[in-house]
Each structure stands twice: as C-alpha cells, then as structure tokens.
Nanobody, 127 residues
Framework: QVQVVESGGGLGQAGGSLRLSCTVS????????MGWFRQAPGKEREGVAVITAGGFSTLYTDSVKGRFTISRDNAKNTLYLQMNSLKPEDTAMHYC????????????????????WGQGTQVTVSL
C-alpha cells in the first residue's frame, strides 16, 4: 500500500522560511517524479514545483522561482520543499504527489498525471 505523508507546515511570517517534507512508502521512490502542489481557499489547485526521478531536473511555477527549492533524498524516500521569503499569498494547503507517467514540459503541473497524493499540510503566512 502506497503512503504519501507530508509534514512541516504551520504558521510562518512574511519574509520567513518553512521547510516541507514528504515521506513516501510502498513504491520504488527513485522511479517517480515528485511534485508539490497547493490549493488556497476558493482557488484552483496549482503546481508549485516538480523534480525528476533522479533529482537532476526541477521546474517551478513563476510565483515561487528564486524563493522555493524542491529537492529529494532517494535514499530516505523523502521529498522536500524549502520555502524562503514567504509571502501571505503562499498561504494554502500544500500537497505532495508522485508520478510515474511522462511529464512533458508544460504538463508537469497537470495533476491528472500524478498517481499518488498525500493528505496535505497547511501553510499559513502572516504579515
């Protein structure tokens, strides 16, 4: 049984930092691309960042470029999202997802291409 469990969310201050973690079990982690998604109240889910199975390539949505860093430790079956220079607009439920499907450029944020999802961890950023 595949389990995807996010942690590390909470309350942060604008300009501050948070680090999210996502631990995966029940699958061969290094065969899956991994993505972070988020959904704010009343808004559609959006892709935040993606990293390839081997960890050699990453992509980010424009609003987090230069502030967030996605990384993975395949030996620990764990995905990370380092969130710096937080903004109130980063407030959202953040989800981790695993994909074994092809993710062509331009389609990495398509949630339907991801096979497994976590329950999410809430990030709230105050001024």
């Amino acid at each position: 049984q595949v389990q995807v469990v996010e942690s590390g969310g909470g309350l942060g201050q604008a300009g501050g930092s948070l680090r999210l973690s996502c631990t995966v079990s029940g699958l061969t982690f290094n065969e899956y691309a991994m993505g972070w998604f988020r959904q704010a109240p009343g808004k559609e889910r959006e892709g935040v960042a993606v990293i390839t199975a081997g960890g050699f390539s990453t992509l980010y949505t424009d609003s987090v470029k230069g502030r967030f860093t996605i990384s993975r430790d395949n030996a620990k079956n764990t995905l990370y999202l380092q969130m710096n220079s937080l903004k109130p607009e980063d407030t959202a439920m953040h989800y981790c997802a695993a994909s074994r499907q092809p993710l062509p450029l331009g389609y990495w944020a398509d949630g339907s291409r991801y096979n497994y999802w976590g329950q999410g961890t809430q990030v709230t950023v105050s001024l």
